[in-house]
């Protein structure tokens, strides 16, 4: 994902209107499901993924703006039984072993607040990385170049993990940056309202302290 396309989806994070779904089939042995949805106040919304027995998959997921930073997440296997249960968490990583065929559940709750709408990040891996082609059945030892070929893809890998968590990181900073300057704002915009209502009622006040009474008006104040 290009430079360009991370700050649009930066300004659509600060407007709170983004949905980004990206569905990655890399290889046949492995899948991914990796995207940003809008998580409403008293909403829940769920994934579905089918894994194999003895299949590994892993979790990972990130509020990136919206109340607390914090949502309810549970993890359900084929016959509905709950292994991975999180309350109010900001972000976090499971990773398992599906113990049976079928179509496992992953569930983001929102229910608990009544008014804020939460982004959330979730990266839904299932099955091992195949290696790189040839290695899987090279008989033989590898080479100096088949295992630089090899560490460089890992590393690549790994860049690419360590770039999608520095972008949440920077679109949850800039949001908390905008919420903060809002407030700022707000707050000075009714600070210099307090302060023209004040300036104003002194400059009444003291305008009828030295104005010139009518000639009823000084009788009525004798007579008292």
């Known amino acids: 994902m290009s430079d360009g396309k991370s700050h649009q989806q930066q300004q659509s994070l600060s407007l709170a209107i983004i949905v980004l779904f990206a569905l990655c089939h890399q290889i046949p042995v492995a899948q991914c499901v990796e995207l940003t949805f809008e998580l409403p106040d008293n909403a829940k919304e769920c994934f579905h993924e089918e894994i194999q027995k003895n299949q590994t998959a892993a979790l990972e997921f990130q509020v990136v703006s919206g109340g607390r930073y914090d949502v309810d997440v549970t993890l359900e296997s ?18 398992f072993v599906a113990a049976a065929t079928g179509i496992y559940v992953a569930c983001f709750s929102n229910e608990f607040s009544t008014f804020s709408h939460k982004i959330v990040y979730m990266d839904f891996q299932v099955g091992e990385e195949a290696p790189l082609p040839g290695i899987e059945e090279h008989a033989t030892v590898l080479t100096q170049l088949e295992t630089s070929a090899q560490e460089i893809h890992k590393g690549l890998n ?15 900073g800039r949001k908390r940056a905008e919420d903060l300057n809002e ?8 600070e210099t309202a307090a302060i023209l209502l004040i300036a104003i009622g002194q400059v009444l006040v ?4 030295f104005s010139e009474k009518k000639p009823s008006q000084m009788s009525y104040t004798l007579m008292q």
Do not use: M
């Open 158 to 172: 790994a860049i690419l993990d360590y770039q999608t968590h520095h972008r949440l990181r920077e679109a949850q």
């Open 78 to 95: 084929p016959t509905g039984e709950v292994i991975y249960r999180q309350i109010k968490t900001q972000f976090d990583s499971y990773q």
């Open 183 to 190: 407030r700022v704002l707000w707050w000075s915009l009714t």
């Open 206 to 209: 003291l305008r009828n302290f």
